[in-house]
């Protein structure tokens, strides 16, 4: 397709696409989880140049944002990678919808380790021995430091020298006024969803950002409609696609 300017979303905004996508279209929280990873998944093994008998580590939160990367990691072990996922609390304190995917990735025996204290040793160990790293920790509604074990496993990624591939925004980003918490994901590449964040504009956003790409979670064009956002038809040839920075905005590549 030809170069086209591509629109930011703010957090409301974004909060409101997903809430109309569930309440007036019916695709649910699942389908879009579901082609979140899956579009992580592809991007990873693009930004690896292939998967197949490579070590994949994949850092999940709690929540939605974790989710996705639970799919990826079941879309990398299928694609022939050895994953590994670190969790950045107990199973248990998984929600709804992270949880089922774990539980999935419990089945087809993905190996799932929770961050410890006690544990801090064996799992720091695994990021040596890991190709590519996904961030997959914390999402747009970031509103304060990462703390914990979120945090430390934040710190491992960044310590670790291997290219990190964050979803949506690198965790540590406030995608609400682009404010860089300490630690942040330092990302060789991030795939944001349905639209770019408006806060990974800034400069010091980008650079942690590393390459933008941007991934179709099967947003209705009718929707953006009703929310006043005009944009043209990004996903002909497919997704994810790659966006470049310029005077007048992100932009199709």
């Known amino acids: 397709m030809k170069s086209a300017i591509v629109p930011s979303v703010t957090v409301?905004?974004?909060?409101?696409?997903?809430?109309?996508?569930?309440?007036?279209?019916g695709i649910l929280l699942i389908q879009m989880m579901e082609n979140a990873g899956r579009n992580l998944a592809t991007l990873v093994s693009t930004i690896a140049q292939a998967v197949s008998g490579k070590s994949v580590l994949v850092l999940a939160g709690m929540g939605n944002n974790g989710g996705g990367g639970l799919v990826a990691a079941r879309h990398l072990s299928n694609m022939g990678a050895h994953v590994r996922v670190i969790l950045s609390a107990a199973m248990?304190?998984?929600?709804?919808?992270?949880?089922h995917q774990a539980s999935i990735l419990k089945k087809i025996g993905v190996e799932m380790l929770e961050w410890m204290p006690s544990e801090e040793s064996r799992l720091v160990a695994t990021f040596g021995i890991s190709g590519i790293i996904v961030d997959a920790l914390l999402g747009y509604s970031l509103d304060g430091a990462p703390r914990g074990g979120t945090a430390r496993l934040i710190e491992e990624a960044n310590a670790s020298?291997?290219?990190?591939?964050?979803l949506d925004v690198p965790s540590g980003l406030s995608a609400t006024d682009a404010r860089i918490y300490?630690?942040?994901?330092?990302?060789t590449a991030t795939l944001t969803l349905a639209l770019p964040k408006t806060a990974l504009a800034s400069a010091e956003a980008r650079a942690k950002s590393g390459q933008l790409y941007l991934a179709d979670i099967s947003v209705p064009t009718g929707l953006y409609h009703r929310l006043g956002i005009e944009l043209p038809t990004l996903f002909t040839g497919g997704s994810p696609i790659k966006l470049v920075w310029t005077p007048s905005g992100w932009m199709t590549d």
Do not use: F, N, T, W
């Open 12 to 25: 409301e905004q974004m909060r409101d696409v997903d809430r109309l996508m569930i309440e007036e279209y």
């Open 92 to 99: 248990d304190e998984l929600h709804e919808m992270p949880a």
């Open 161 to 166: 020298g291997k290219p990190i591939v964050a």
């Open 182 to 187: 300490e630690p942040c994901i330092s990302a």
